[in-house]
């Protein structure tokens, strides 16, 4: 009984899903609401221990919270040099690589890209890029073509929205 119950909800739900996705262009508002109710909640971090307290007192604020992350961050991590990488070091096999950065190439590869991914550091959803990727295309193509051959990449490529994910061991220590 609990059975047929879970699957006739179940339809039921996807048959609303999708009344809401057929009226998408016509009630935006619909969707995004129903999507918002759908998101969790993120999680907090828990207070972190102060470093050299030997785990005897925390961090009082969120600002704290996030300065002792962010130096754990920066101890891990590499500091990007901004210097183009040396195209002259790649080996005589790999200098016949070509990448071919065609419209028809960046179309193909924008409409594979899933739709349910959260946007990056430049706020765009996958819906959009989709949308417009007639006309982005051989914009697109330019500029990735003119990245590979200057080997220089935008500054704004070079930036990420970093989040706090607890691994395993205390919750308490910077590091996990």
């Known amino acids: 009984m609990s059975n047929q119950l879970r699957l006739i909800t179940r339809k039921r739900i996807k048959i609303h899903e999708k009344f809401i ?3 998408v ?10 999507v918002n109710n759908k998101r969790q909640a993120k999680s907090t971090v ?7 307290t030997n785990k005897k007192e925390f961090y009082e604020s969120d600002i704290e919270n996030a300065t002792a992350l962010g130096k754990q961050f920066y101890s891990v991590f590499t500091i990007d040099t901004n210097e183009p990488c040396d195209v002259e070091q790649i080996s005589d096999a790999d200098s016949k690589l070509s990448i071919d950065f065609s419209k028809e190439v960046i179309l193909e590869k924008i409409n594979f890209l899933k739709e349910n991914i959260s946007p990056g550091t430049d706020e765009v959803s996958v819906r959009i890029l989709k949308e417009l990727a007639e006309e982005l295309a051989p914009c697109l193509s330019i500029i990735f073509q003119n990245s590979y051959n ?3 990449i935008p500054n704004s490529w070079k930036d990420a929205n970093i989040s706090a994910i607890f691994k395993k061991g205390d919750r308490h220590e910077a590091e996990n």
Not at 25 to 34: F, L, V
Not at 46 to 52: D, T, V
Request: aromatic share 18%; proline share 4%; glycine share 4%.
């Open 25 to 34: 262009k016509e009630n935006p508002k619909r969707y995004w609401q129903y």
């Open 150 to 152: 200057t080997s220089k």
């Open 21 to 23: 996705r057929n009226q």
């Open 46 to 52: 828990s207070n972190l221990y102060k470093a050299g």
